[in-house]
């Protein structure tokens, strides 16, 4: 595992330990990796998991007359939670970098957004700027937390990968027209298509245990805009903030977000690229260099 943090390397050790006599073929060796693919997800998923943990158990249980308004009570939750992630070693220092820089480009887009009435928080606590609580950078750097994580836990690699400051051109161009849509032409299916252009070449090679698969990269950025979607429905539904159709009553978040939040994730990807460079498969780039001294 590349760039595993100390408690990963030793819970790594531990289940090749465990794991060392499991089959190498058949159904049940299926199975094990299934489930190493499972476990390894969960794990990558754990800031954003916890989260929205927190903002359901509050939606159940948080007092309505507590002297600490919900919203801030939600805020200092995801700054522990935070912490625990560096102190328990669950998270490096170098991942952090991303994971505030994302924090930082989502609050000043909510900043934005609820400013013109795309969604709205409940106005109470003290942690706030403006009508934006400061647990709801939170939520992003959830995104940009599982992005990093995933890159390691899997030891990811890619063939065909765009250029990099081809990426970050489009990704600067979608973070603007989340802005410019409002009094100008919305170029969202422009920004789209672009996403396929660039993107439609690239696998993304991933290794579970033994086994390493190979998944289209716009496949698997189709994946998490859904996942990310679905977790949306369950804040909105724990009433974290609410769209203006859910004003008066809840329901189910327009699937028009869908396209927004993989435009979202598409600037995650650049950021994470930037820190952790796509690098084609060792075994891939070994057989190139074996066949050029041929």
Known sequence: MQRATSVERRVD????????????????????????????????????????????????????????????????????IQVAMLVFRWESGRELWVIVLFHLTGTVMELFKTDVGSWAYAVDGFLRIGGVPLFSGFMYAAVGSYMVRVYRLFDLGFTRYPQRWMTAILAIAIYVNFFAHHWWWDARWILLAAVIVLWLPTVMHARIWRRTIRIP?????????????????????????????????????????????????????VLVAWVYPPQVPAAILHGERAASLR
């Open 13 to 80: 050790a531990w289940a090749h330990r465990l794991l060392l006599g499991a089959p190498k073929s058949g159904f049940r060796a299926g199975l094990i990796e299934f489930a190493v693919f499972v476990v390894k997800q969960a794990w990558a998923c754990v800031f954003g998991a916890t989260l929205l943990l927190v903002i359901v158990a509050a939606r159940f249980w948080y007092p309505p007359d507590a002297a600490l308004a919900r919203n801030d009570a939600l805020t200092i939750a995801a700054v522990l």
């Open 217 to 269: 990269l716009l496949v698997v950025f189709v994946g998490v805009a859904v996942f990310i979607y679905l977790a949306e429905n369950i804040g909105t539904w724990a009433g974290a903030w609410a769209y203006p159709d859910q004003a008066a009553g809840w329901q189910p978040v327009s699937a028009s977000k869908l396209s927004s939040w993989f435009l979202l994730m598409i600037i995650s990807v």
